[in-house]
């Protein structure tokens, strides 16, 4: 029996997870977009990856670029996970890039506030379903901000509390 879609949006929003936002630069232009799929993978060699539906196409770049960066957000960043989820325009997400981002060693650009970032080649891309898993093997790496992490559970986005 196929699981119903609606049922596995539900349960598999009761993970709850950090907010990246992940960026690439594809002949000199910055893009980038919204991810929580973000994972560690290896330490020895350093891999990482996140997932992009076939449709996103800043997933796209990431494959005609063949870098990435992943930037993890701070809860006061919110406003960057609606920028790149979609409520800004290519041209906003673009300009604002342009404006903050920062190059390590790949070119994808670095977001200054990000409470960590990983500058990433592209070590393979996967086919997935509905999406590709992109894993990077990262050459850089930073951060270490003193604030408090954005997360997102059950559709909404979250702060930490005390247990
Ligand atoms: C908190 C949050 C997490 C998201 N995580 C992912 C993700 O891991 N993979 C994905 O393909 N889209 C994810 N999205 C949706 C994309 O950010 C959104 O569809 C984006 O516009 C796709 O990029 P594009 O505009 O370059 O196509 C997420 C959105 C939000 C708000």
New binding site residues.
Partial sequence: MAIDGIELRRVLGQFATG?TVVTTRLEGVP?G?????FTSVSLDPPLVL????K?????MLVGAAGCFAINVLAEEQRHL?DL???RGSDEQRRALLDEIGQDAVTGAPVLPGALGWLDCRLERAIDAGD?VVYFGEVVAAGGGEPAAPLL?FRSSYRRLGPL
């Fill in positions: 907010v893009q977009m919204t991810a929580n799929s996140f997932c992009a539906d449709r996103a196409r800043s997933g996970s790149f989820a979609g999406h997102y």
